[in-house]
């Protein structure tokens, strides 16, 4: 991915993190010269429906919002094979990460980084976004104090949020009681996560923990929270009354919006006596004393011993009831997927009863399953329910007229609807606007009633000189530069990376099949790595940097069968303005002396002659 350009416009410059669903890159946007972070979603994810579909929910979530804690999301596209979002860069930590490394962070500092994500998501509650994965993961910090709020991938809207959930979602560790049970939740649960967050940052631990997430979960339902101050004594008692009042079990004690928990935040950095805040007390056992203090020794043990034998023999019942209710226990298989009779006549023979619930989708295939209740591994009692939602197909939709619209504001619009973008073809005869949507198939005004691809025809508007870029994918690198050269483009890049295709195969290429090109614009191939390079020179050079984020990209010129390549072995961002030192070792296929090149924000900034010899020949 490296050196890639995604939209032909994001240069991939380094990995920088990675999660369950994506990779996160730090690229150049070569339209703006800024840098920017590209959200990537991993390629085994590429053809998941729900993974796309959470993708672009995330990236339309931060599209509605605008406010300075939380990350700015400005472009979301896809580029042969690969979706992806492109966000503003933030070269901080993770408050996470802080935490790891500080143990606990003072209280004050805690204090304010909780002042801004209260402000962050009280913007998206107020535009009906609940962010659902509140998690020091999620909390970028730059320049070590500002907060910028990110991952929105499980979002939901207020009004989506009245049904039940499905499954539980977001971290564990900071997961609602609401949502541990799968109830409806609202608000209120994003101030819980915060509050549990609020209680790592002073305490420098995590309030329930277990070694599975069932066990969490259900101490987040059941278990009473340690209060703050009894793990870190020297929190002041307004913090650790906030953090009581915002972990609540029940969500009708808690703050009753993120603006009233930062109202209390702001009064605890100038009061520390914490009565400002509303606790919810549970409720104290009234002992009624009589006064008669001087009863008899032995009757109090007799009646002592009655109870705990009492107690022992209903634990020991209880214990005895739960190991047979546990052994005859049915857990269940994932129906999703399965069709409604698979699903149906398997449960009939575990003893259990189908209760059926139709749904219309636009991704799951008609009656089949889409969800259940119980979920997958529950175990269940024979004779129970289990409720399966099958679709009954999806919903029409009324194709939008996107003719005269822009290539951007077309996708937009049609990625919006849930709809996939097929094929786009180049007029190049048009008197359209350059990048203008001239036709599209299915017409306006069509009713939609499967997963149909919108095929788009595009004014192209080119040079004299651009011609459709040729197909190299799976061809051999000295056949794909050999056929660009002759047909004159100028400017050919090659990129190595580990591959499945054999070695020097081109996998992938910028710009892609059909898109007309200048012959003056560079064109980059992706190809798997070779295998072994028994040649190298150590290089060394020095380049005049000019701005301050300037790419710096290093090239081998190399003589393959008569064909020259040209090969990036190097791309790296200059941090600072002035001298650029570079040094590297550039392994070669063959030995004598080649050229290598230096190239500024693509601008050529040297060459020089350097001899590459065999490596057990030094």
């Known amino acids: 991915m490296i050196g890639r350009v995604l939209g032909g416009r994001y240069e991939i410059l380094e990995a920088v993190d990675s999660g369950g669903m994506a990779y996160i890159y730090k690229a150049l946007c070569r339209k703006t010269k800024n840098i920017v972070a590209v959200k990537v979603l991993k390629e085994e994810l590429s053809t998941d429906a729900e993974s796309i579909k959470r993708f672009k929910k995330e990236a339309q979530a931060v599209f509605a919002l605008e406010h300075e804690n939380i990350i700015k999301v400005s472009d979301i596209g896809f580029d042969n094979g690969t979706y992806y979002m492109v966000m503003e860069y933030v070269s901080g930590c993770t408050l996470k990460s802080l935490i790891e490394e500080s143990g606990t962070i003072p209280e004050t500092e805690a204090i304010l980084f909780g002042m801004q994500i209260c402000s962050a998501l009280a913007a998206a509650h107020r535009r009906g976004i609940i962010h659902r994965d509140i998690k020091p993961q999620n909390i970028l910090l730059e320049h070590g104090e500002i907060v910028k709020v990110t991952d929105f991938g499980i979002a939901k809207s207020l009004s989506a949020a009245q049904e039940e959930e499905k499954e539980v979602v977001g971290s564990v560790y900071y997961v609602s009681?609401?949502?541990?049970?799968?109830?409806?939740?609202?608000?209120?649960?994003?101030?819980?996560?915060?509050?549990?967050?609020?209680?790592?940052?002073?305490?420098?631990?995590?309030?329930?923990?277990?070694?599975?997430?069932?066990?969490?979960?259900?101490?987040?339902?059941?278990?009473?929270?340690?209060?703050?101050?009894?793990?870190?004594?020297?929190?002041?008692?307004?913090?650790?009354?906030?953090?009581?009042?915002?972990?609540?079990?029940?969500?009708?004690?808690?703050?009753?919006?993120?603006?009233?928990?930062?109202?209390?935040?702001?009064?605890?950095?100038?009061?520390?006596?914490?009565?400002?805040?509303?606790?919810?007390?549970?409720?104290?056992?009234?002992?009624?004393?009589?006064?008669?203090?001087?009863?008899?020794?032995?009757?109090?043990?007799?009646?002592?011993?009655?109870?705990?034998?009492?107690?022992?023999?209903?634990?020991i019942a209880v214990l005895n009831l739960i190991q047979n209710a546990n052994a005859q226990a049915i857990h269940l298989p994932d129906f999703r997927g399965k069709t409604v009779s698979e699903a149906s006549a398997a449960l009939s023979d575990m003893g259990l009863t189908a209760e059926l619930e139709f749904q219309q989708s636009s991704t799951a295939v008609n009656g089949t399953v889409i969800t259940q209740l119980p979920v997958a591994g529950s175990g269940v009692l024979k004779g129970s329910i289990v409720r399966l939602v099958v679709s009954n197909g999806p919903v029409g939709l009324e194709m939008p007229n996107v003719s005269g619209l822009s290539l951007d504001e077309a996708s937009e619009m049609i990625e919006s609807m849930g709809l996939k973008i097929g094929a786009i073809s180049y007029d190049q005869t048009s008197d359209m606007p350059k990048d203008t949507v001239i036709s599209q198939e299915p017409g306006a005004n069509s009713i939609l009633t499967g997963d149909i691809p919108v095929t788009l025809v595009v004014s192209a508007q080119t040079e004299k000189d651009a011609v459709p870029m040729p197909l190299l994918i799976g061809q051999n690198v000295e056949q794909a530069v050999t056929r660009l050269y002759g047909m004159g483009f100028t400017n050919c890049f090659v990129y190595e990376e580990e591959n499945a295709q054999p070695e020097a195969t081109v996998f992938d290429q910028s710009p892609a099949e059909n898109v007309p090109t200048s012959l003056d614009d560079a064109v980059m191939l992706y190809i798997s790595q070779y295998k072994q390079k028994d040649y190298h020179a150590v290089f060394y050079s020095t380049v005049d940097v000019p701005e301050k984020d300037m790419t710096i990209k290093v090239v081998l010129v190399s003589e393959q069968s008569g064909t020259t390549i040209d090969y990036v072995v190097s791309v790296s961002q200059a941090t600072s303005i002035g001298p650029y030192n570079i040094t590297l070792d550039i392994p070669s296929l063959s030995g004598g002396v080649k050229t290598v090149k230096v190239f500024v924000n693509d601008t050529e900034a040297n060459s020089s002659e350097w001899e590459f010899i065999k490596r057990d020949a030094e």
């Open 177 to 315: 009681p609401e949502q541990a049970r799968g109830e409806i939740v609202d608000a209120r649960s994003d101030i819980y996560s915060l509050g549990i967050m609020l209680y790592e940052m002073v305490t420098g631990q995590l309030p329930y923990k277990g070694d599975q997430t069932v066990s969490v979960a259900l101490k987040h339902i059941n278990e009473k929270i340690t209060a703050p101050d009894r793990i870190n004594p020297n929190i002041s008692k307004s913090i650790n009354n906030i953090i009581l009042k915002a972990t609540s079990k029940n969500k009708r004690d808690r703050y009753r919006s993120m603006d009233a928990f930062r109202e209390d935040l702001i009064s605890a950095l100038v009061d520390t006596s914490g009565d400002f805040v509303d606790v919810p007390r549970e409720p104290e056992m009234n002992v009624e004393t009589s006064g008669k203090k001087n009863k008899n020794k032995l009757w109090k043990s007799i009646v002592l011993f009655g109870i705990i034998a009492l107690m022992a023999g209903i634990v």
